[in-house]
Nanobody
Framework: QVQLVESGGGLVQAGGSLTLSCVAS????????MGWFRQAPGKEREFVAA????????YYADSVKGRFTISRDNAKNTMYLQMNSLKPKDTAVYYC??????????????????WGKGTLVTVSS
């Protein structure tokens, strides 16, 4: 049982940077992968990035590769998403997620077990 709380969303100008945080209610374990998803108005939720427990395995959507960096601090039960060179297209509600059977990825259809409530990121032009 995991509760997730995101923070760090807000309004930022195009080209700017923003860092999101996700705090889990319990310590993560070696099988717990984490990831970020987002949903824009009128669109389906999509995968953004994922990271394994050790941080040795990372996945990024092509749309954010090179601009976003995912990381985690297991001692703080926290995952981060550093977003640089933001574009208006990045505007969405960003959700934190945990998969208890490994890292969310193409091999498991990005299935996760727990979701946060989301934090809104708005990028102005």
């Amino acid at each position: 049982q995991v509760q997730l709380v995101e923070s760090g969303g807000g309004l930022v100008q195009a080209g700017g940077s923003l860092t999101l945080s996700c705090v889990a209610s319990r310590r993560t374990f070696s099988r717990d992968g984490m990831g970020w998803f987002r949903q824009a108005p009128g669109k389906e939720r999509e995968f953004v990035a994922a990271i394994s427990w050790t941080g040795g395995l990372r996945y990024y959507a092509d749309s954010v590769k090179g601009r976003f960096t995912i990381s985690r601090d297991n001692a703080k039960n926290t995952m981060y998403l550093q977003m640089n060179s933001l574009k208006p297209k990045d505007t969405a509600v960003y959700y934190c997620a945990v998969r208890t059977e490994g890292t969310p990825g193409p091999g498991n259809n990005y299935v996760v077990n727990y979701w946060g409530k989301g934090t809104l990121v708005t990028v102005s032009s």
